[in-house]
């Protein structure tokens, strides 16, 4: 297999854990992190416990059809697909393309192409309205204390009081401690936008 397609797989995988692919196929949402048992809907049997999931593993094993496998096996049975539709199926489901080794994409690789694009631009435009939201609180605050602080200068020094000493320690505490949030800010809405660009990449 190509290591760029079984790169894809790994990371299809990592992001439709088989927690979250069963209620798609109509099985009852898990209740326990690690086990699971339910009446097998791919099959359709009787036995209330013929479907088994190791949900730590991402396995899964239907004892009506001795057979089992991992997400991308479920999706083969419960669709009634190959592999390579049950992985293109997922990879839509989780916003990936797919590589294809300069061949023309796929109908449903170009789906996942433009929907990955569509989803990046909606979180990051999300972010950046966040952002200017936060920037302006943070204007708001640093006009305060220039007012504040023009207020205290305007006063010549040889006039102050203690108050106007202890205003004039308190001033530089709120700006250095204003100066440290917005560099808090900075940093996560780095850290966000590189996420978002890494998860639709």
């Known amino acids: 297999m190509d290591s760029q397609l079984n790169d894809c797989i790994q990371t299809i995988k990592s992001r439709l854990p088989l927690r979250d692919l069963l209620p798609e196929f109509g099985f009852p949402p898990p209740r326990s992190p690690r086990r699971y048992r339910s009446r097998c809907l791919l099959h359709q049997g009787d036995n209330p416990t ?5 949900l730590a593993h991402d396995r899964w094993y239907c004892f009506s059809r001795s057979h089992g496998g991992d997400q991308f096996n479920l999706i083969q049975e419960a669709r009634q697909c190959s592999f390579r539709e ?5 990879a839509v489901r989780v916003g990936i393309a797919l590589p294809t080794n300069g061949r023309r994409p796929s109908p449903a690789a170009a789906a996942t192409l433009r929907l990955r694009r569509r989803l990046r631009d909606a979180a990051l435009a999300e972010l950046a309205s966040e952002e200017d939201d936060y920037r ?3 204007e708001a605050f640093y006009s305060a204390l220039r007012s504040w602080g023009q207020r205290l200068y305007s006063k010549p020094k040889q006039e102050w009081t203690a108050k106007n000493y202890t205003d004039c320690l308190l001033l530089d505490e709120c700006g250095d401690e204003l100066d440290g949030l917005v560099r808090e800010r900075q940093t996560r809405f780095d850290e966000e936008r590189r996420q978002v660009n890494a998860r639709y990449a």
Do not use: K, P
């Not at 049950?86 to 997922?90: L, P």
């Open 50 to 54: 013929s479907f088994s999931g190791d």
């Open 86 to 90: 049950a992985v293109e199926w997922a």
């Open 136 to 138: 302006e609180i943070e």
